[in-house]
T-cell receptor, first 117, second 112 residues
Framework: DAGVIQSPRHEVTEMGQEVTLRCKPI?????LFWYRQTMMRGLELLIY????????DSGMPEDRFSAKMPNASFSTLKIQPSEPRDSAVYFC???????????????FGEGSRLTVL | SQKIEQNSEALNIQEGKTATLTCNYT??????LQWYRQDPGRGPVFLLL?????KEKRKERLKVTFDTTLKQSLFHITASQPADSATYLC???????????FGAGTTVTVRA
């Protein structure tokens, strides 16, 4: 398996523009997570899905952020309008159903580095 | 409020020595505690998981301990090598919750 695939790897945009980050989880994984990482705040959980359903979006900073998972193999995180303080690395991660040998460890993508000017 | 605290300072050690990292938590009742490694510009990679009813777990040169009374986990890298240089993150998951909450990480540098 190719692992969790994120795109774009780097995005530079201007304040006010819409940003869409994409994620393809590992096939067979039923949980998907979006994290944001900054030097100041570390890794913060934004939202997670289980079986394509959003379970907890309490980490989404504000209404400018939205996430969707239309099917088991694709998710998007959208920021509209973007602001300079949104600059960070955004990670997508997936995990397999728990039980047996699977205990819920996360498999991360390589991240999308967002810079908002 | 809930907090996960790791060694506040970066760790610099000589090759061959043992690196010991700490992870302390408050206001959590974790069912699982996990450790991840993160290299610059890359996503975190899972290393080890330890359950609340386990005291110690080993994997090759890595050892993790978990003390729910002290609310602390220790992560040891024995016979360290320059290739072990990275940031190490601890993460907690509470029972019946799929969320993993991460500490800020400790950066380890192993000198040849």
């Amino acid at each position: 398996d190719a692992g969790v695939i994120q795109s774009p790897r780097h995005e530079v945009t201007e304040m006010g523009q819409e940003v869409t980050l994409r994620c393809k989880p590992i096939s067979g994984h039923n949980s998907l997570f979006w994290y944001r990482q900054t030097m100041m705040r570390g890794l913060e959980l934004l939202i997670y899905f289980n079986n394509n359903v959003p379970i907890d979006d309490s980490g989404m900073p504000e209404d400018r952020f939205s996430a969707k998972m239309p099917n088991a193999s694709f998710s998007t995180l959208k920021i509209q309008p973007s602001e300079p303080r949104d600059s960070a690395v955004y990670f997508c991660a997936s995990s397999a159903p728990k039980g047996g040998a699977n205990t819920g460890e996360l498999f991360f993508g390589e991240g999308s580095r967002l810079t908002v000017l | 409020s809930q907090k996960i605290e790791q060694n506040s300072e970066a760790l610099n050690i000589q090759e061959g020595k043992t690196a010991t990292l700490t992870c302390n938590y408050t206001n959590y009742s974790p069912a699982y505690l996990q450790w991840y490694r993160q290299d610059p510009g890359r996503g975190p990679v899972f290393l080890l998981l330890i359950r609340e009813n386990e005291k110690e777990k080993r994997k090759e040169r890595l050892k993790v301990t978990f003390d729910t009374t002290l609310k602390q986990s220790l992560f040891h890298i024995t016979a360290s090598q320059p290739a072990d240089s990275a940031t190490y993150l601890c993460a907690l998951e509470e029972a019946f919750d799929y969320k993993l909450s991460f500490g800020a990480g400790t950066t380890v540098t192993v000198r040849a």
